[in-house]
T-cell receptor, first 112, second 114 residues
């Protein structure tokens, strides 16, 4: 079955630091990959997505590239802000299973 | 993108009672899903809400505890029955418009059982 392994947290960074959150997956076929973000007290918001190998998803300065050869979809941002403090979830969907499979989530705290 | 509204947004309930959570989508969607997020944890799929047929439950979740309705293509409800403190979680609904597409989520229902 499908599974997502996500970098353990929590992660604490200073403002303007570089961010990487690792995500690897196991799936049959060709899944679509997503990063969702959950700000404190809120639901999940789609941050970015990639639907095929070598696609790069990007949004709000965040990027992730779909690497089929390493089955990875690592999230990066060159300069984080305090407002980026949230929980980040890597997820996938694929094949006939339309529901999402989530990673464990990574709590990011950015200090001023 | 679909807009999904959930209510209530939060509730505090007595053990042994039941709570029904409503999920409304602003457009017709083929499938709707209900997830549970226990404190500090990731999301776990409870069931797929199918329009016109019974919901499909994941392992560890049963219809008697989490009955689901899906009367049309824009609306679904999840009931958490005979609640205990272990049911304290965030419950989220989401949609699906097709294979390999992103899902959109409601803002969640934060349930505390005392």
């Amino acid at each position: 079955g499908n599974s997502v392994t996500q970098m353990e947290g929590p992660v604490t960074l200073s403002e303007e630091a570089f961010l990487t959150i690792n995500c690897t997956y196991t799936a049959t076929g060709y899944p679509s990959l997503f990063w969702y973000v959950q700000y404190p007290g809120e639901g999940l918001q789609l941050l970015l997505k990639a639907t095929k190998a070598d696609d790069k998803g990007s949004n709000k300065g965040f990027e992730a590239t779909y690497r089929k050869e390493t089955t990875s979809f690592h999230l990066e941002k060159g300069s984080v802000q305090v407002s980026d403090s949230a929980v980040y979830f890597c997820a996938l969907t694929g094949g006939s299973a339309r529901q999402l499979t989530f990673g464990s989530g990574t709590q990011l705290t950015v200090l001023p | 993108s679909a807009v999904i509204s959930q209510k209530p947004s939060r509730d505090i309930c007595q053990r042994g009672t039941s709570l029904t959570i409503q999920c409304q989508v602003d457009s017709q969607v083929t499938m709707m899903f209900w997830y549970r997020q226990q404190p500090g944890q990731s999301l776990t799929l409870i069931a797929t809400a199918n329009q016109g047929s019974e919901a499909t439950y994941e392992s560890g979740f049963v219809i008697d505890k989490f009955p689901i309705s899906r009367p049309n293509l824009t609306f679904s409800t999840l009931t958490v029955s005979n609640m205990s403190p272990e049911d304290s979680s965030i419950y989220l609904c989401s949609d699906s418009t097709g294979e390999n597409t992103e899902a959109f989520f409601g803002q969640g229902t934060r349930l505390t059982v005392v």
